[in-house]
């Protein structure tokens, strides 16, 4: 190698070495060729804290012991070779702490061109190796994600991958890959737009601003068919994290997670929140809600419109008879029928049971006739009541008596704001004004409405100001002929004083559902007089699993109340409409201690069914078979059936309707083990409020 061109010559006098020295605003040091002795300009002084000249001393000294071979061996070398001294290394300062220098040396050449000793400077470079280690520590951190990212890809259900700053995809894992069906390495350099063409519109913008803010975006929602499962639209969960090296933004980091089938499941719970599982229409719940924006609109547009409230005639006759599989598959049938014969504005919803409702907006009384009329031919004509041989379908042979129904309509316009209770209920007055006329008709509720709103009214004001007393009637054990306990009976008192007796309100209350304050009401009360006897309170339909009322009952028991002592009737009738919610409700009660007593026991034919589902502690035979037991030789079998299967069951008889000395001896003859009736003893008044 030819040195000319890497050194300094002619050697330099110590003047001229101070005078460009010091003009450098670097340190410069000059040494001898063995480097033993060291000339140093004023910076080089100031930073080593050595004399101007060090005799005998070699700047290697300074260098940190982790670094000092490294450097000892490259400055053999150039001494060896003639050849430029170049090493970044630490050094030491005057304060005994070590910085990074950039370390550089020329030799220096006699007149004969043999090297006669070196000049060097050191330049700090502590910020670059700062960042560079910096930068080393990010690549590590990064070697180390992508290390776990690799690892755990194989078995990881959530996608994860890694995009540039040109969206293009570095790193995938199969999950991630999957989203599409296309390979992971056929998805590596392609964009992410390319990849997830049908998503890119919905994530894009959140990728451009990940990407310009620096800020990440969680838990974003996209929806789209990517062909990993065709014909499938998937839902994923989707967070995009911001990537940085030595604190810039590299790329973005994506984590995404398919929640279809959550999101399937959402909707469907949805779904099953507002329409009734059997036929698939509206629930009961969800028909008011439809019904009341359309009042809503009817009211602000002046539009009307109408209800119907369709019952099917002598259904439980039906279901008892022939059981809950042919009694569903007439009622879905209904359904299917309202559905095809109406316009897809109407709304069409079960109320439970056998109860049907109907929503024809815009539609005039003229009109809603005709739909009845049309409804209920149709319902004759295409179904057929229950079959000889256990087969709901068209008509036929086999079939039965096609079923009827009875149908109530109300009417309503913009001239007066209704609830959608009110109409409904106005419906409900008519319908069962057909149905006490023997069904199989039409009617429209003919008493104003201003009328009906103001019994209810009136209602609701007894409600809110607790016009109510309880009257009771003992129950007589018959063996015994002492008081087990009392029924607690509700009557409403007027504005004006007057005592109303329950079937002049329980009705409307049912039917503007309403019962639930009053059952609330009435538990309220019974709580405090079974601290005084053992009482039986009602309870209706409606707050059959009323979580208040299992609520006040259980803080009534931890506070004292002898559970013993509280027996709550309901009614056969309301027990099966929502069976499971019974048993549960049923449960809980007497998971506290307290009775339970199935009312009007024996009016269905599947009575007995029901009682290895409901665990009563009393059977309440209807007085239907009571008063005329000594001749009707009908209802005295019955009552002996009922009570031998009950005994059996572990159940005790509580007969109804005791109005005579004679229908009670008969009872005992029979083994029935409680009474009640006028015979026995009225209901008497026994708490105001």
């Not at 992508?146 to 991958?161: D, H, R």
């Not at 009552?639 to 004679?662: D, N, P, Q, Y």
Request: glycine share 10%.
């Amino acid at each position: 190698m030819d040195s000319s061109h890497h050194s300094v010559a002619p050697v330099l006098s110590a003047a001229d070495f101070g005078l460009v020295a010091e003009s450098i605003p670097q340190v410069v040091w000059m040494a001898a060729a063995d480097g033993s002795t060291v000339s140093f300009n004023h910076r080089g002084t100031e930073y080593a804290g050595l004399a101007r000249t060090a005799k005998g001393s070699s700047w290697l000294a300074l260098v940190h012991p982790a670094d000092a071979d490294r450097a000892a061996l490259v400055w053999r070398e150039a001494v060896s070779t003639g050849n430029p001294y170049e090493i970044e290394c630490r050094l030491r300062r005057a304060d005994g702490a070590f910085r990074w220098q950039a370390c550089s040396a020329l030799p220096v050449h006699g007149s004969d061109g043999g090297i006669v000793g070196w000049m060097g400077t050191f330049t700090e470079i502590e910020d670059r190796h700062r960042l560079a280690a910096s930068l080393r520590a990010s690549e590590r951190e990064g070697a180390e994600s992508l290390s776990l990212l690799e690892t755990i890809q194989s078995s990881a259900p959530v996608g994860l991958g890694f995009v540039d700053r040109e969206f293009r995809v570095i790193r995938m894992n199969e999950a991630l890959a999957a989203t599409n069906g296309i390979p992971s390495e056929q998805q590596l350099g392609r964009t992410v737009e390319e990849t997830i063409p049908s998503l890119w519109p919905q994530l894009g913008p959140i990728y451009e601003r990940v990407l310009e803010t620096g800020e990440a975006a969680v838990n974003l929602e996209a929806t789209g068919d990517l062909g990993g499962d065709p014909g499938r639209e998937h839902t994923w969960l989707t967070s995009l994290y911001p990537v940085r090296l030595a604190e810039e933004v590299i790329g973005i980091g994506i984590v995404t997670v398919d929640i279809t089938e959550r999101k399937e499941a959402e909707l469907k719970l949805k779904w099953l929140s507002e329409h009734d599982p059997l036929t698939g229409i509206y629930n009961r719940r969800q028909f008011l809600v439809e019904l009341q924006r359309v009042l809503r609109y009817a009211a602000r547009y002046g539009h009307a419109g109408a209800v119907l409230m369709l019952d099917v005639d002598n259904f439980k006759l039906t279901n008892d008879t022939y059981g809950h599989a042919v009694g569903d598959q007439q009622l879905n049938a209904v359904a299917q029928l309202l559905v095809g014969r109406l316009r897809d504005t109407d709304i069409v919803g079960r109320l439970g049971g056998d109860e049907f409702a109907v929503v024809l907006p815009e539609a005039t009384e003229e009109q809603a006739l005709t739909v009845a009329s049309l409804l209920r031919s149709q319902l004759r004509e295409r179904l057929t009541g229950p079959p000889v041989r256990g087969r709901v379908g068209a008509t036929g042979s086999s079939g039965g008596a096609a079923p009827t129904a009875s149908v109530g309509i109300a009417l309503f316009s913009g001239d007066v704001e209704l609830t959608a209770d009110d109409v409904l209920g106005a419906a409900d007055v008519a319908m069962y004004g057909v149905k006490e006329a023997g069904g199989d008709q039409a009617a429209v509720f003919t008493g104003r409405t201003g009328d009906l709103m103001s019994r209810v009214a009136q209602l609701r004001q007894a409600i809110a100001e607790k016009r109510f007393v309880l009257h009771t009637q003992p129950i007589i054990e018959l063996h015994s002929n002492r008081v087990a306990h009392h029924e607690l009976l509700i009557r409403m008192i007027a504005d004006n004083g007057e005592t109303i007796a329950p079937g002049n309100f329980i009705p409307l209350a049912e039917r503007f559902s309403l019962m639930g304050e009053i059952d609330r009401w009435v538990v309220g009360e019974a709580l405090a007089l079974a601290r005084q006897m053992p009482v039986a309170a009602n309870l209706s339909a409606r707050s059959i699993g009323d979580p208040q009322i299992l609520k006040a009952v259980s803080e009534a028991i931890a506070n004292g109340l002898d559970p013993r002592n509280l027996i709550f009737e309901i009614t056969e009738t309301a027990a099966t409409i929502d069976l499971q919610r019974a048993q549960a409700f049923v449960a809980a009660l007497t998971e506290l201690g307290c009775g339970l007593a199935l009312d009007d026991f024996g009016t269905g034919f599947g009575s007995f069914s029901y009682l290895k589902h409901l665990p009563a502690r009393y059977l309440k035979i209807d007085m239907e078979f009571v008063r005329d037991i000594n001749d009707d030789p009908t209802d005295r079998e019955i009552v002996r059936s009922i009570t031998g299967i009950a005994h059996t069951l572990g159940k005790e008889i509580i007969a109804e309707g005791v109005e005579s000395a004679a229908v009670l001896d008969t009872l005992r003859e029979l083994g029935v083990d409680y009474a009640q009736g006028f015979y026995l003893g009225k209901p008497e008044r026994h708490l105001s409020i």
